[in-house]
């Protein structure tokens, strides 16, 4: 008989904090900084007798994040020092919270989290290995670099889920300004923690992914262990609790070390680092904090869907990109009724978005002259077609919709007056066609509507065009 297999996963995400400065010292935060070990001081680079000194813009980050999901922020925490050897970790521990973290609970789309607390990040090693020349080189530019780690509870049922719990964190880190969260530059690591069990009540043995430096490879490196354990247990093997490395060339994981339980790590408060009482700091304030949030994205999928109404797919763009979201907002102030706004949103989404990726990146468009384009169009002054050729010179060179509609000739003509003439003109060149036309030949309509238009140089509205055909034809029997 098959079984069923439960998987189960937790992610600990650690990400990379915007501050002006490092966790515990003066020196910049700049991990962008290419040359090596230029934001350094005795401090970072662990030097005997330097005293760390908490940064407040960091703890600030934290508490907003901690807000943000709905998480209890602690009235005490500590600073706790992780003890382990490493050469891009000069102290020989490293300044983490371990008791007292800043935050404990909350939830982030749907999944419970166990806690958020701060830490610094280590020092980067390169190794160089060839054959005259073999060594090792540690730049600590990134050293002390305040680091917010992240841990969910092992509530995650699929590869996709995770990836996507991922994925709205990052999110959420860029709107509060907390991080830019990129995991390609390393300013967000996902380590993902992956089991497999047969009784849905009982978590199986873990082994946790490290180096998961894109959102395909948390995908891929969870779908790859969630086999390999499947495998393992069907073949009546036991998983073995360790840690893994991620190999994206081969797509596999490969084991790195029996995992550490933490009293390996000799945690214990850094006798150097004063508690902190969060209530006592005046800039700690959870009530105003809580009101000086941004709308975050969730309430911002929920206030698009219920104020306009807009396809999901338009929602996500404006969600995702802020600078998008944020044109068509000044857009659709500017209009009144509801259908005009989601014309403008489609053009917003398919055009303009098409424009902005094939080519100059910022549009020249002003929001004023974008709303005034729909408005032409709804009118039915422009075509679809001539509205497009309107959209795409106002992004190049910017401009009002109505002086590009006159000098390229864009304008449409709706007014019926202006068109009887034409029709009439060519009602009476084509005589042969009429006839057809009255002996119920369908085609014969829309040639006479593109004689129209040939005779206008397109500018008139061919809709309008074949109403006052029909009626002129109507009259004539
Ligand atoms: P450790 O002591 O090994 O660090 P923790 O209990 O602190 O383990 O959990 C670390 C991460 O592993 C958390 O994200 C947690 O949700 C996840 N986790 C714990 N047990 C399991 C399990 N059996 N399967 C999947 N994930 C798990
Ligand atoms: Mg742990």
């Not at 996963?9 to 915007?18: F, N, Q, S, T, W």
């Not at 404990?104 to 020349?133: I, M």
């Not at 408060?269 to 959870?286: A, M, N, S, W």
């Not at 055909?469 to 109507?474: D, R």
């Amino acid at each position: 008989m098959a079984k069923e297999y439960y998987p189960t996963i937790g992610l600990e995400i650690h990400a990379e904090l915007k501050t002006q400065t490092k966790m515990f010292c003066n020196s910049k935060n700049d991990p962008e900084e290419s040359r090596p070990n230029v934001n350094i001081c005795a401090v970072c680079l662990g030097h005997p007798g330097t005293l760390p000194t908490v940064n407040k813009e960091a703890v600030l980050h934290v508490i907003k994040v901690g807000l943000a999901v709905g998480g209890k922020i602690a009235d005490y925490s500590e600073f706790d020092r992780k003890n382990y050897f490493y050469p891009d970790i000069p102290k020989g521990y490293q300044i983490s919270q371990y008791k007292y973290p800043l935050v404990e609970g909350g939830e982030l789309s749907d999944v419970a989290l166990t806690r958020v607390h701060l830490e610094e990040d280590t020092a980067q090693s390169f190794h160089k290995e060839g054959e005259e020349e073999n060594f090792s080189l540690v730049d600590f530019n990134r050293a002390g670099v305040p680091l917010m780690e992240l841990v969910t509870e092992p509530v995650i049922k699929s590869a996709t889920q995770a990836k996507y719990f991922a994925q709205e964190l990052q999110l959420l880190l860029k709107y509060l300004g907390a991080s830019d969260a990129n995991m390609e530059k390393g300013e967000m690591r996902v380590e993902a923690n992956v089991s497999i069990s047969t009784d849905p009540k009982i978590l199986g043995k873990k082994v946790e992914v490290k180096n998961l430096n894109s959102f395909r490879a948390v995908e891929d490196a969870i779908n790859f262990e969630l086999a390999r354990h499947k495998v393992l247990l069907e073949e009546g093997k036991e998983v073995i609790q360790e840690t893994r490395g991620w190999n994206e060339d081969k797509g596999e994981t490969f084991s790195q070390r029996r995992k550490e339980e933490s009293h390996d790590y000799r945690y214990f408060p850094d006798p150097d680092i004063p508690k902190l009482t969060l209530k006592e700091v005046k800039e700690f304030d959870l009530e105003e904090l809580r009101i000086g949030l941004p709308e975050l994205p969730s309430a911002k999928r929920d206030r698009l869907e219920r104020r306009y109404g807009l396809k999901r797919e338009d929602i996500e763009l404006y969600v995702q990109d802020t600078t998008v979201g944020n044109f068509f907002e000044s857009v659709s102030t500017l209009l009144t009724d509801a259908e005009q706004i989601k014309l403008g949103s489609n053009y917003i989404a398919s055009d303009l978005v098409g424009l902005m990726n094939t080519g100059n990146a910022d549009t020249h468009i002003k929001p004023v002259d974008f709303a005034q384009l729909v408005m032409m169009i709804t009118r039915g002054e422009v075509s679809s077609r001539g509205a497009k050729d309107i959209l795409k010179i106002m992004h190049d060179t910017g401009g009002t919709p109505k002086a590009i509609a006159e000098e390229h000739e864009l304008f449409q003509e709706s007014n019926e007056e202006a068109l009887l003439s034409v029709v009439n003109k060519i009602i009476s060149e084509n005589q042969t066609v009429v006839a057809d036309y009255h002996a119920g030949k369908t085609a014969a309509l829309q040639f006479l509507v593109g004689q129209c238009m040939k005779a206008t140089k397109g500018s008139a509205n061919p809709g309008i065009l074949q109403q006052i055909i029909k009626k002129t034809l109507s009259k004539e029997v």
